[in-house]
């Protein structure tokens, strides 16, 4: 089963992802890993990224696309895979589409979790670090004394990529990416859209029947 995982940030993709390789037995393909393990090794398609990551350039789409080709055909992937972070604008989804035909493959499903933003917002916000390495979420594992860590006393603070300006940008990008890319699924009738505002294991049990009806 060949799938792509759609959703904005905090709305659960990794957890599903997880859980979705123990069941049926697919890679989980992540952009920027696969990226990275080709820098790593040393391809051909690893080093062209390379100097523009250098660079601190983005790497372009040929490229990007010539690394997700490179290990869309490596053996863990015979059965099927989920591209997770790809593809991000419908150029990259066309191509995919063109990489795919050629090895006589197509996408399945294109599972889209929705979240809306408040909700995302309250989630993404709401992890406090400290120091010592600890970390807290305002909802999901508060401190017993609000703004102190419960190890070591020191005050909490909260990262910048996670204060609530920071991700608004974030969620703004992820809709001018991604409206597109849903319409452009669900022209093929590809997409299949889930609430992501329930717990993980209603999340995952309805992903679930969608794929397999």
Not at 50 to 62: C, H, I, N, R, T
Request: a negative charge; glycine letters at 8%.
């Amino acid at each position: 089963m060949n799938l792509i995982l759609l959703g904005p940030p905090g709305a659960g993709k990794g957890t599903q992802a997880k859980k979705m390789i123990d069941a049926l037995q697919i890679p989980q393909i992540s952009t920027g890993d696969i990226l990275r393990a080709a820098v790593k090794e040393s391809t051909e398609m690893g080093l062209e990224a390379k100097k523009y990551m250098d660079a601190g350039k983005l790497v372009p789409d040929s490229v990007v696309i010539g690394i997700i080709d490179d290990r869309l055909k490596e053996a863990d992937c015979v059965k099927g895979f989920i591209l997770d972070g790809f593809p991000r604008t419908v150029d990259q989804a066309s191509s995919l589409a063109e990489i795919l035909d050629k090895g006589g493959r197509n996408i399945d499903h294109v599972v889209s979790i929705e979240v809306p933003d408040a909700d995302l917002l309250a989630r993404l916000t709401g992890r406090w670090m400290c120091t010592c390495g600890a970390s807290f979420h305002k909802i999901f594992n508060p401190s017993k004394v609000d703004g102190v860590c419960d190890l070591c006393g020191a005050k909490l603070y909260q990262r910048d990529d996670d204060k609530e300006a920071a991700i608004k940008v974030r969620l703004e990008n992820y809709h001018n990416q991604t409206a597109p890319l849903i319409d452009f699924y669900s022209a093929k009738d590809l997409l299949r859209s889930i609430s992501g505002t329930g717990s993980p294991d209603d999340i995952y049990t309805a992903i679930m029947v969608v794929i397999n009806k």
